[in-house]
C-alpha cells in the first residue's frame, strides 16, 4: 500500500510541476502584451492520513496540488510613443470600457478614433470618460468618449478686459466724434466678433474730462457700421471712469452700449467693457486700471468671442482630459478619462484581451477622475508595458523543470520496488 502511495504523490507533483510550468509559460507569452499582469503559482500540500487521529503528530502527506493561481498587480514601466490616444496610468486604477460582457476593466491604453470620432480600443470596444458640457467644461456625466461635431459656431464677443493705465498728467480734452485722434488724450484698438464671427475692429478712444475722471468712447469705421460712411468713426458705446487721489479706480459709469454692425450682423449688440474690479465694487485697486503718473499705455486686453472653426487638432494632457484645437485658435475641452479602482485588485476576473470584470472578490468598481481618491495620473503619448520579469520567469522555469525530474525520480524509484516486490513471488 505504500508503494502505491508513492505513486499517487509522485503523479501529484508532476501535475503541479506541470501547472507552474504551464503559467511561466503564459507569463513569458506575454511579456510583450501592453497593461498585462503576470501571474504566479502557489501550491498546496495534501494531507492523506494521521496516524494518532485527532491527538496529530505522525501525519502522512499524499503529495501537493496547485492552491491559487495569484495575480502580480504592481506597475509596469511605462514607455514613450508618438500617438495622443497612446494613455498609461501611473499608478492604481483601470480604464473603463463598454464591452461585449458589460463593463470592462483594462490597463493596456493603446486606443484610437474611429470613423464616427468615438475613443475605442484595439478591440473596438468604447472608452468611457467623463463628457464637457457645451462650454467645455466637465461634467460627472459617464458615457464614451467621442469627438461629436468636429467645428465649433462663432460666438459673438460679450465682454472685453482692459489693463491699462491712464496718464494723470494729461490736460483735460473735449472729445469730437468728427476729429477723435485730435480731441482724445489716448487710443487703443482691439479686435472683437459680430453674432455671425465676422472679426471687427474697435477703437477705444480715452479723454480726460476733468481730474480724476476719464470718459471712454469705443468707436467703429464707417465700413463695419450699419448705415456708416467708411472712413467716419462711429460711436458704440461710452463711459466713464473715475480714480481716487491715489490713481487707484475707484467707480465705473457706463453711458450708451448697443453696436450696430452692418453686413447680416444682429443689430443692439452688447459688449461689455470691464477695465477691473474698482474700490465701489469690493476691490483693492491694484489689481484694477490705474491713473498714476506715467505714460498711457495698455497691458493687455482680452474678449471672448471667436469666428466658426474646424478642428486642426487634440491631445490628452496629465489629468487625461481630451482637449480639441481648431483653426482659430479656440481650444476647448471634449471629456476625461475615467478611472476605476477596486478593493482588491487581485479579485479581478481575467475574461482575455486585456480586459477584467468585477468579481466578488474584487469589489465594486469606484469611479473618478484621474489623480483623485488613490487613483493614478494619465501619462498622455505613453504606454505602460507588461509587468513580467523575464528574468526572474527564466529563473522559475528552470525550479520548475528541476521540481517536475524529481518527481519523475519518485516514480521511477517507487516503480523499482513495486518490481522488487513482483520478483519476490517468482523466485
Not at 505513486?7 to 510550468?21: E, P, Q, R, T
Not at 491559487?68 to 480604464?95: C, W, Y
Not at 467645455?136 to 459673438?156: D, H, M, R, S, V
Request: net charge neutral; with cysteine; proline share 1%.
Amino acid at each position: 500500500m505504500g508503494i502505491l502511495r508513492s505513486f499517487n504523490i509522485g503523479v501529484s507533483g508532476l501535475h503541479a510541476a506541470g501547472a507552474g510550468m504551464g503559467i511561466i509559460g503564459d507569463n513569458i507569452s506575454n511579456a510583450g502584451t501592453m497593461g498585462f499582469k503576470s501571474s504566479r503559482a502557489e501550491f498546496q500540500d495534501v494531507l492523506a492520513t494521521s496516524l494518532k487521529g485527532i491527538d496529530g503528530g505522525d501525519q502522512m502527506g499524499a503529495g501537493t496540488k496547485l492552491a491559487h493561481i495569484k495575480p502580480v498587480m504592481s506597475q509596469g514601466d511605462v514607455t514613450r510613443t508618438e500617438s495622443i490616444t497612446d494613455l498609461a496610468l501611473n499608478g492604481n486604477g483601470f480604464f473603463m470600457v463598454n464591452a461585449g460582457f458589460g463593463r470592462g476593466y483594462t490597463r493596456d491604453g493603446s486606443l484610437n478614433f474611429d470613423k464616427e470620432g468615438q475613443l475605442i480600443t484595439g478591440d473596438n470596444y468604447p472608452v468611457l470618460g467623463f463628457q464637457a458640457d457645451a462650454k467645455g467644461k466637465i461634467t460627472n456625466k459617464i458615457e464614451p468618449i467621442k469627438l461629436g461635431n468636429t467645428t465649433i459656431n462663432a460666438k459673438a464677443t460679450e465682454d472685453v478686459s482692459v489693463s491699462m493705465n491712464l496718464d494723470s498728467r494729461e490736460n483735460v480734452e473735449k472729445f469730437d466724434l468728427l476729429n477723435p485722434d485730435k480731441t482724445s488724450n489716448y487710443s487703443s484698438t482691439l479686435t472683437v466678433y459680430d453674432n455671425i464671427g465676422t472679426a471687427r475692429l474697435i477703437t477705444l478712444y480715452y479723454n480726460k474730462a476733468e481730474n480724476n475722471t476719464w470718459e471712454y468712447h469705443a468707436c467703429v469705421d464707417g465700413k463695419d457700421a450699419q448705415g456708416g460712411k467708411e472712413g467716419q468713426m462711429y460711436e458704440m458705446a461710452s463711459g466713464k471712469l473715475m480714480f481716487n487721489d491715489k490713481g487707484l479706480l475707484q467707480e465705473k459709469v457706463e453711458g450708451k452700449n448697443a453696436f450696430n454692425f452692418n453686413k447680416g450682423a444682429a443689430q443692439g449688440q452688447k459688449i461689455k467693457f470691464d477695465w477691473g474690479k474698482t474700490i465701489k465694487e469690493g476691490g483693492e485697486g491694484m489689481d484694477a486700471s490705474t491713473q498714476f503718473g506715467s505714460k498711457s499705455t495698455v497691458a493687455r486686453h482680452n474678449q471672448n468671442g471667436h469666428t466658426a472653426a474646424t478642428l486642426t487638432s487634440l491631445s490628452f494632457n496629465d489629468n487625461g482630459i481630451l482637449t480639441a484645437v481648431y483653426d482659430n485658435g479656440e481650444s476647448r475641452d471634449i471629456a476625461q478619462i475615467a478611472v476605476a479602482k477596486f478593493e482588491n485588485n487581485e479579485g479581478l476576473f481575467k475574461v482575455g484581451k486585456n480586459l477584467f470584470k468585477e468579481s466578488k472578490l474584487s469589489g465594486q468598481a469606484a469611479t473618478g477622475k484621474p489623480g483623485e481618491g488613490g487613483r493614478g495620473e494619465v501619462l498622455s503619448k505613453s504606454l505602460e508595458l507588461s509587468n513580467v520579469d523575464l528574468a526572474g520567469e527564466f529563473v522559475a522555469m528552470m525550479g520548475a523543470q528541476r521540481n517536475f525530474t524529481a518527481n519523475a525520480k519518485t516514480l521511477t524509484a517507487a516503480d523499482q520496488m513495486l518490481q522488487e516486490v513482483l520478483a519476490i513471488k517468482r523466485t
